[in-house]
């Protein structure tokens, strides 16, 4: 079975400053979507960002980026340039490529406290 | 543009009553979810469906039923409500070959 880890329950950057989320995850399946999703207080769960794992370029999206680690089963999320808005709970998640059942699996969150 | 809304959006329920949480998806799209997302931790699978018709078990399934006779809708039944129940719940859909998962709202269910 899949499982996904976040070893940080907890972080906190200043304002403007660079973060990194760690994520890792575990499989025996070579193709597979990965992805961060953030809940801010409101409760939404809003996709940051997904990679896909037959892709060696790390993906971006503007301030977001991660860093991808297939051989290792890691997946950082980095923000460059925090903001007050990107205060939030950040959840890693895994899913199957392929197959009937693409079962999203998510990490434990990690709660993300940006500094004035 | 309505997306995913899941209604109500708070509940308070005695030990032992039913009631059923409402998902509706606009997006014609195939796949339907049902999460738990307990305090501090991240979302549990209760109930999934690929489709009209079809739906099957997650990793929490238990004390839980879904039904799905059209695309766009996508009920949770609570038949005995017990506190283990009380969490915040999440429905979820997305395209048949795409990975992003579209959420609704969340519905805060308590049950005393």
């Known amino acids: 079975a899949q499982t996904v880890t976040q070893s940080q329950p907890e972080m906190s950057v200043q304002e403007a400053e660079t973060v990194t989320l760690s994520c890792t995850y575990d499989?025996?399946?070579?193709?597979?979507?990965l992805f961060w999703y953030k809940q801010p207080p409101s409760r939404q769960m809003i996709l940051v960002i997904r990679q896909e794992a037959y892709k060696q370029q790390n993906a971006t999206e503007n301030r977001f980026s991660v860093n991808f680690q297939k051989a290792a089963k890691s997946f950082s999320l980095k923000i460059s340039d925090s903001q007050l808005g990107d205060t939030a709970m950040y959840f890693c998640a895994f899913m199957n490529y392929g197959g009937a059942t693409n079962k999203l699996i998510f990490g434990t969150g990690t709660l993300l406290a940006v500094q004035p | 543009n309505a997306g995913v809304t899941q209604t109500p959006k708070f509940r308070i329920l005695k030990i032992g009553q039913s009631m059923t949480l409402q998902c509706t998806q606009d997006m014609n799209h195939n796949y339907m979810y049902w999460y738990r997302q307990d305090p501090g931790m991240g979302l549990k699978l209760i109930y999934y469906s690929v489709g009209a018709g079809i739906t099957d078990k997650g990793e929490v399934p238990n004390g839980y039923n879904v039904s799905r006779s059209t695309t766009e809708d996508f009920p949770l039944r609570l038949e005995l409500a017990a506190p283990s129940q009380t969490s915040v719940y999440f429905c979820?859909?997305?395209?048949?070959?795409?990975?992003?998962?579209?959420f609704g709202e969340g519905s805060r269910l308590t049950v005393l």
């Open positions: 499989t025996s399946e070579s193709n597979y979507y």
């Open positions: 979820a859909s997305r395209l048949s070959n795409t990975g992003e998962l579209f």
